[in-house]
C-alpha cells in the first residue's frame, strides 16, 4: 500500500520532488567542491580507510580494504577524477529529475562505498532518502525532465504489440 503510494501518488510525487533535491543539492555541491579547489585527491582517504580495517573493532571490513589496497589505491588517479565528475553527474540528474533512477542507483552505489570505507556523515541519511526515491521509481522524477524523456521511451507492452520483441526459443 505505502510503495503504491509513492509509486502513484502526485502528492507523494512533490514530496518526493523535494527530497531527490535535496540530495542532488548535496552531491552537486560535493562535486563543484571537489572540481573548483583544483584538484582532488583520494589517496590520504583510501589509506586511512585500509588502516581503519585493522584492530579489535575495525571500521572497515577486510574485504573492502582488500578491494581499496588492490584495486582503488593502484587506480587512484582513475578514482580522482570518478568521484567529483560522477557526485556533480549524480546532483545534476537529480536536481533536474533527469534518468532519475540511474542516478539514485549510482548516489546509492557512491554511499556504500564511503560508508564502507569508514565514514559515516551524512551518507546514512542520503541512502535512507535514496531508498524512498527508487523504490518510487518513475513517480520521483515526474515533476522533472523524466516526465518528458518517458513519453520518447516507448513502454516494453508497446514493443511487444509492434513485434519488435524477438521470441525466446525453448
Request: charged letters at 15%; glycine letters at 10%.
Amino acid at each position: 500500500m505505502f510503495i503504491n503510494f509513492l509509486r502513484n501518488n502526485k502528492i507523494a510525487a512533490g514530496v518526493l520532488t523535494i527530497l531527490r533535491i535535496y540530495v542532488g543539492y548535496e552531491f552537486i555541491s560535493a562535486g563543484w567542491q571537489k572540481l573548483s579547489s583544483g584538484g582532488f585527491d583520494a589517496s590520504g582517504f583510501l589509506a586511512f580507510a585500509v588502516k581503519s580495517a585493522t584492530g579489535d573493532h575495525p571500521a572497515v571490513q577486510s574485504w573492502w580494504a582488500d578491494f581499496l589496497t588492490n584495486f582503488a589505491i593502484p587506480h587512484v588517479d582513475l578514482f580522482n577524477f570518478l568521484v567529483p565528475i560522477g557526485e556533480f553527474a549524480i546532483g545534476l540528474g537529480l536536481i533536474i529529475g533527469c534518468f532519475t533512477k540511474t542516478a539514485t542507483f549510482f548516489a546509492l552505489m557512491m554511499n556504500f562505498s564511503f560508508m564502507f570505507s569508514g565514514t559515516t556523515s551524512i551518507n546514512p541519511q542520503l541512502v535512507l532518502l535514496s531508498i524512498f526515491i527508487i523504490v518510487a521509481g518513475s513517480n520521483a522524477g515526474r515533476f522533472g525532465l523524466d516526465y518528458f524523456i518517458k513519453k520518447f521511451v516507448p513502454k516494453m507492452s508497446e514493443i511487444k504489440e509492434k513485434g519488435h520483441v524477438e521470441k525466446r526459443v525453448a
